[in-house]
């Protein structure tokens, strides 16, 4: 543990971690084994960072260098969460899950095993990203949403550098299922569900249900159906 982290009460951490000078961990937070909390961003760490200077994520940005945990998290081992990061109450990671600089998570998130959050996000309250999904630079996620194992995000459309940070935006209640693949410069609407294997190339509609590839529109929810979801995941956690 560097001088300067901040770790309140009743806190546990495993062997082999390490909690840098920005940490700042709040009371009854549990962290595996060999773990680091607070690793240097980017800009610190080479002293360049070009998202930094890029009016798209001027509203992500997070000028505070610390580290914040939020109380009663969990934080299995292997995972890395980087400095400029700010994270709820009631956060859990699993093995492995990598958190970069700039990214702002809700209360009682979950971010799945082998999961990336590449940086400059925000994430909502009650929000699940589970294992294996991978969200580029520029991700806006509403809360209660739902991304099921193996999904990715595109931020940009020709793969060429310096062209990216045009990741989508996903609305409140939103669920996407195992494996789909979402374009960039998407907006998913509030409560849409997006099926398994889908490759999302145009936004999506409130509470549409969309699936195939390319995804179209195959139907609409019904109030209670979205209800049904909206309950359960807001009694989560």
């Excluded at 760490?45 to 001027?58: I, Q």
């Excluded at 509403?142 to 995000?153: C, D, N, W, Y």
């Amino acid at each position: 543990m560097e001088k300067g982290a901040v770790v309140k009460g009743d806190v546990q951490i495993g062997a082999y971690s390490i909690i840098h000078s920005y940490a700042r961990i709040q009371d009854n937070v549990k962290i595996g084994s060999h773990c680091v909390i607070g690793h240097p961003s980017k800009k610190e760490l080479v002293g360049v960072d070009h998202s930094y200077r890029d009016p798209k994520l001027k509203d992500l940005l997070i000028e505070d260098a610390a580290t914040y945990i939020g109380e009663s998290s969990i934080i299995r081992s292997g995972s890395i969460i980087y400095t400029h990061t700010k994270i709820g109450k009631g956060f859990s990671s699993g093995h492995y899950a990598i958190i970069r600089e700039h990214t702002t998570l809700g209360e009682h998130c979950l971010v799945g095993s082998h999961t990336v959050l590449n940086g400059y996000s925000k994430i909502g309250e009650r929000t699940r990203i589970n294992t294996g999904c991978a969200l580029p630079q520029s991700m806006r996620i509403g809360k209660g949403v739902f991304v099921a194992p193996l999904v990715s995000f595109s931020d940009n459309e020709k793969a060429l550098p310096g062209e990216g940070n045009q990741g989508a935006v996903v609305e409140d209640f939103v669920r996407i299922g195992i494996g789909a693949k979402i374009l960039p410069k998407i907006t998913i609407r509030r409560g849409a569900l997006i099926g398994a294997g889908a490759v999302v190339t145009a936004d999506v509609p409130e509470k549409a249900v969309v699936y195939g590839t390319p995804a179209k529109i195959r139907r609409y929810l019904e109030e209670k159906e979205l209800k049904k979801y909206i309950d359960s995941i807001m009694k989560w956690g």
